[in-house]
């Protein structure tokens, strides 16, 4: 039986460990981070349980203007089964009820595409030390926002051979599609 609920406090650490598993070295936040966003904001901490197993799990928490999807992975068993997609829709469900009226999320390469097909719009995120780079090395992009050292650029769609080649001309900036998506 399938169930998707708020994450058990108990699962926690079983959480962490798919996490560490699915996303390895590409994971950004550290368990210790996640646990104090889960004791302060848990209703956005969502598992899938398959018969009373943790099989995957999406973390999120506020942020400035919107609700940022920190954290979401399945167990590599469990793929391509639709669960990644019930979490997000549930996440999006508790984000309505919290009068959240924006998610935003960043994707690696390879779940870009995973988050268009849920009809999030995406932007290219660019961050730079100032010592590095400036604006001005930027001039050629459809800038949309810029704060110290982060750009946002604007985009239609995700072109992943051009992001790798981005990264490439300027080796010392950070590159990554960010998706978004409105919701009422």
């Not at 349980?49 to 979401?72: A, H, N, Q, T, W």
């Not at 595409?113 to 090395?137: A, H, M, T, V, W």
């Amino acid at each position: 039986m399938l169930k998707i609920s708020p994450l058990n406090k108990k699962d926690f650490p079983q959480a962490m460990e798919i996490l560490n598993e699915e996303l390895g070295k590409n994971r950004v936040r550290s368990a210790n981070f996640l646990l104090k966003k889960f004791k302060q904001f848990p209703k956005f901490f969502i598992g899938v349980y398959l018969d009373k197993e943790l099989i995957g799990i999406i973390c999120g928490f506020p942020r400035e203007d919107y609700l940022l999807i920190s954290e979401l992975a399945i167990d590599s068993r469990f793929h391509r089964r639709n669960f990644g997609r019930k979490l997000v829709e549930e996440f999006e469900e508790v984000a309505k009820k919290e009068n959240y009226n924006k998610i935003n999320v960043g994707a690696q390469d390879e779940s870009v595409g995973f988050y268009s097909s849920l009809r999030f719009e995406p932007f290219l995120l660019i961050q730079f030390n100032e010592k590095d780079y400036s604006k001005g090395d930027f001039k050629n992009f459809d800038i949309i926002r810029y704060a110290l050292g982060i750009i946002e650029v604007k985009t239609k769609e995700c072109d992943i051979p051009k992001l790798i080649k981005l990264r490439k001309k300027y080796p010392k900036a950070y590159f990554q599609y960010i998706f978004t998506k409105k919701i009422k």
